[in-house]
């Protein structure tokens, strides 16, 4: 049973920072593709950044809106991946969530799902 738990959600100002982390449960994960998205109130849940194994190496990918701002990372001997968001804007409150699959995916086809936290930019 794959297990995902997001933390690290908060309230920060307009140009400042946070930090999430998402623990995995299970299964192998250095090769689970693992993904970020978020929802905001009224929209639908979009794709943020993933960092998926090519057979060789970690690609990472991003919305266009985030690039630049934030960095998806992962640490295979904590079960981990972050994301690194600078340079917040009011645009990216949202409950973040965050994903992984068992194979090489970018914005669709996760598998297992974390329960989100929020992340509340204030301008």
């Known amino acids: 049973q794959v297990q995902v738990a997001e933390s690290g959600g908060g309230l920060v100002q307009a140009g400042g920072s946070l930090r999430l982390s998402c623990a995995v449960s299970g299964g192998t994960f250095s090769r689970y593709s693992m993904g970020w998205f978020r929802q905001a109130p009224g929209n639908e849940r979009e794709f943020v950044a993933a960092i998926r194994w090519s057979g060789i190496t970690y690609h990472a990918e991003y919305t266009e809106s985030v690039k630049g701002r934030f960095v998806i990372s992962r640490d295979n001997a904590k079960n981990t991946v972050y994301l690194q968001m600078n340079s917040l804007e009011p645009e990216d409150t949202a409950v973040y969530y965050c994903?992984?699959?068992?194979?090489?995916?970018?914005?669709?086809?996760?598998?297992?799902w974390g329960q989100g936290t929020q992340v509340t930019v204030s301008s």
């Open positions: 994903a992984a699959a068992a194979r090489a995916v970018v914005t669709t086809g996760y598998d297992y």
